[in-house]
């Protein structure tokens, strides 16, 4: 006897969010890289103009792990858009600052950002994009505002190579 597959009680909104941003994300990517850029470092640019932060503060802000950020932050560093200097509230801490340059092409990648987002939403109509929106929000906002504390992964001991 062959098993079968369960029916589908529910829409499959997992795959409808994460296509909808992976193809998102994709389409941000190509267009950042245009001008050297990637998702990542125009979100630390932009939130490092909003405010002097730290780099843990931009990390956590741009949902990225310690590495991820110090290699962003280098790439900010090589490219003349960043850097980090001591700061002026927290004698001890070190944040990221925008240079004259990088604040030219955070705006730059903005307005490119913008455009993919404006795209995306245009290919809806008003009234759609409008519901989409205040849904999304709903969402963001509410139920879905706070993730779930994931399980704890059992380690499994290093076997030995001898």
């Keep these: ?20 941003s992976h193809v998102l994300r994709t389409q941000m990517a ?9 998702a990542r470092m125009h ?10 932060r730290t780099q843990i503060q931009l990390a956590e802000l741009g949902d990225m792990d310690k590495t991820t950020m110090v290699v962003t932050v280098d790439a900010l560093e090589k ?17 990221i600052a925008v240079t004259e340059k990088g604040a030219r092409v955070a ?21 759609d994009r409008d519901d989409l929106l205040r849904i999304m929000n709903l969402l963001v906002n509410g139920h879905l505002g706070t993730p779930a504390e994931a399980p704890a992964q059992a380690r499994r001991a290093r076997e030995s190579t001898k």
């Design 1 to 20: 006897m062959t098993a079968m597959a369960p029916s589908r009680a529910e829409p499959d909104l997992s795959f409808l969010l994460d296509r909808t």
């Design 79 to 95: 490219a003349g858009l960043a850097e980090r200097r001591p700061s002026s509230k927290d004698r001890r801490a070190r944040i």
């Design 107 to 127: 705006a730059q990648s903005q307005e490119i950002v913008d455009g993919v987002h404006r795209a995306a939403l245009e290919s809806l109509s008003k009234d």
């Design 30 to 38: 190509a267009a950042l890289a245009e001008i050297g850029l990637t």
């Design 43 to 52: 979100c630390v640019l932009v939130h490092a103009l909003e405010d002097e």
